[in-house]
C-alpha cells in the first residue's frame, strides 16, 4: 500500500478503503480511527478540524509499515504493541496473547468478591502472559501482595515491563503449573487465578487467521485428547496452595464449560460457573472444602 504526501484526511479514507477488504465496516473505521492517531497524534475531533494537514516522511513511513502489517492479517494490537484492559493499556507482542473483554469480566468478579484492600491478602495469577490480569489487580488493590507466573521468559519480560510501566510491585516467577516439582516454590493464596490455555487444537481450523497464525499456539492450545489438563492441575494445587476459605477463579472454554465445573467439582469443590456479557458460559468461581 502506497501513501505519498498526504492529508490527514486522505491517509484515513485510503487506509479504511484497504482494510474493508478484510473487516466489517464497523471494524475497518475502529482501527483506521486507532491507527491514523497514532501515526499522527491526532484524535478524531482534532482530525476533522484539521482535515488537510499533510502527513511527515517519518509519519507516511510508519503508516505504510502499520498497513502493510494490518494487511497481512497481523492483529492491530500486535500492529501498534499496545492493547487495553482494564482502563490500562499494556505493551504486547507476538510472545503473548492480546488481552480479551471476557477476561477483564474474570477480573471484575474477583475484585467485587474482594472488596477490601489489605495488606494481607494474596493473590497468585498462573499463565500471567502480558500480565493484564495481575496488573489490573494490583492497580485497583494496591496493598494486595500480589505474585504472578508463567513458563515462558519472554512472556514474563513483557509481563515485567507492564508492571514497571504502572509503577507496581508484583513478584513474578518463571514456573510451569504443570511441573508438580515446582509447586514448593510458591506460598498459600486468598486467591488463585487463571486464564490458561483452553482451546482444542481441533478448534484451530475454524479460528480467525490473525489469532491463529500470530497469537503464541502454546498459551492458547490443548490436547484434544486432554483439554482440561490446566483445569484439573491448577485445581489440585490449590487444594494444597488456597489459604482457607480461599477461592479459585479461572476462565473456560465456552463448549467444555460444564465438563470444566464437573471436573472441578470432582476434586472436592463447590463451583459457580457464570457467563460473560455475550451470554457464554466463560467463568468459573470454586471454593475447596476439606
Not at 69 to 74: C, I, R, S, T
Not at 128 to 146: D, E, L, N, P, T
Amino acid at each position: 500500500m502506497v501513501f505519498c504526501s498526504m492529508t490527514i484526511k486522505s491517509a484515513y479514507q485510503q487506509l479504511l478503503v484497504a482494510l474493508f477488504e478484510l473487516y466489517s465496516d464497523r471494524e475497518a473505521s475502529n482501527i483506521a480511527d486507532i491507527v491514523i492517531e497514532k501515526v499522527t497524534g491526532f484524535n478524531k475531533i482534532n482530525r476533522i478540524l484539521n482535515p488537510e494537514i499533510i502527513l511527515t516522511g517519518a509519519q507516511e513511513s510508519k503508516l505504510k509499515k502499520y498497513s502493510d502489517e494490518l494487511l497481512n492479517y497481523k492483529p492491530l494490537q500486535y500492529v501498534i504493541q499496545e492493547a487495553w484492559f482494564y482502563h490500562l493499556p499494556f505493551f504486547v507482542n507476538e510472545s503473548v496473547l492480546i488481552p480479551r473483554p471476557e477476561t477483564e469480566e474474570l477480573v471484575e468478579w474477583l475484585l467485587n468478591s474482594m472488596q477490601t484492600n489489605t495488606h494481607s491478602t494474596s493473590i497468585l495469577d498462573i499463565g500471567c502472559g502480558s500480565g493484564c490480569i495481575a496488573v489490573s489487580i494490583k492497580y485497583m488493590r494496591s496493598k494486595f501482595q500480589v505474585t504472578a507466573v508463567d513458563n515462558s521468559e519472554k512472556a514474563l519480560s513483557i509481563a515485567k515491563k507492564n508492571a514497571q510501566k504502572h509503577k507496581l510491585n508484583i513478584n513474578f516467577q518463571n514456573i510451569d503449573i504443570l511441573n508438580k516439582k515446582n509447586w514448593t516454590q510458591l506460598n498459600e493464596y486468598d486467591c488463585i487465578i487463571s486464564n490458561p490455555p483452553y482451546i482444542q487444537l481441533s478448534e484451530s481450523k475454524i479460528m480467525a487467521k490473525q489469532v491463529v497464525a500470530f497469537e503464541p499456539h502454546q498459551a492458547l492450545f490443548v490436547s484434544d485428547d486432554n483439554p482440561l489438563i490446566f483445569y484439573t492441575t491448577i485445581a489440585e494445587f490449590a487444594i494444597i496452595h488456597l489459604k482457607k476459605n480461599g477461592t479459585l477463579f479461572m476462565e473456560v472454554n465456552e463448549s467444555l464449560a460444564i465438563e470444566t465445573e464437573k471436573a472441578i467439582h470432582k476434586l472436592g469443590f463447590s463451583t459457580t460457573l457464570r457467563k460473560d456479557l455475550q451470554g457464554k458460559n466463560r467463568m468459573l468461581m470454586a471454593k475447596y472444602h476439606s
